[in-house]
């Protein structure tokens, strides 16, 4: 694995913005490392606006503002790495990784951004209770759902939503199903 000048983890607003910033700052070698398999963090669960009125100068929803940052890095010609997951940082900037087309590598660069940002709770936080609740998933899970090809979902069944961010029932409901009142 090649060494790099900048590592940046993270791939959702903060990385891609960090990342956009230092290759117009002169930083030529930089990759960026998402466990996800897009680019644009938990903004693309985000459907209601009010993003990039800074930035961008108006006002865009979470995907829309995630999508231009997302541009910006591909016109640039970042390297990024999806569905890769870092192991470890070690005090020497040594970067271990691992994905399925470069199995485990390590990388030695001159800097590391954390750009980790946040992320959905676990069911346990939720209060869900049970070890293994069949059919119920936290509105994150539910957005991957449709890749996973799980068999339930084979006879189109309609399904109930519960709890949650306002802006994300709205989009389940809107693409999935029907909220019972």
Not at 45 to 68: D, M, S, V, W
Not at 111 to 131: D, F
């Amino acid at each position: 694995m090649k060494n790099v000048d900048l590592v940046i983890i993270g791939g959702g607003p903060a990385g891609l913005a960090a990342a956009v910033a230092a290759r117009k700052s002169g930083v030529q070698d930089i990759l960026i490392l998402e466990r996800d398999s897009e680019l644009g963090g938990i903004l693309n669960q985000c459907i209601h606006n009010g993003f990039g009125l800074h930035t961008f100068k108006e006002e865009l929803t979470g995907p829309e503002y995630a999508a231009r940052f997302v541009t910006q890095v591909r016109e640039l010609e970042i390297e990024y790495k999806l569905n890769t997951m870092v192991l470890d940082l070690a005090a020497d900037k040594t970067v271990t990784a691992m994905n399925k087309t470069d199995g485990l590598f390590q990388l030695h660069p001159k800097a590391v951004i954390l750009a980790m940002g946040c992320r959905e709770r676990p069911r346990g936080a939720l209060n869900i209770p049970g070890y293994r609740p069949a059919g119920i998933f936290t509105a994150g899970t539910r957005r991957h759902r449709p890749y996973h090809g799980a068999p339930h979902d084979a006879g189109g069944g309609k399904g109930a939503l519960r709890g949650g961010a306002d802006a994300v029932l709205r989009r389940l409901k809107a693409q999935y199903c029907a909220v019972p009142r």
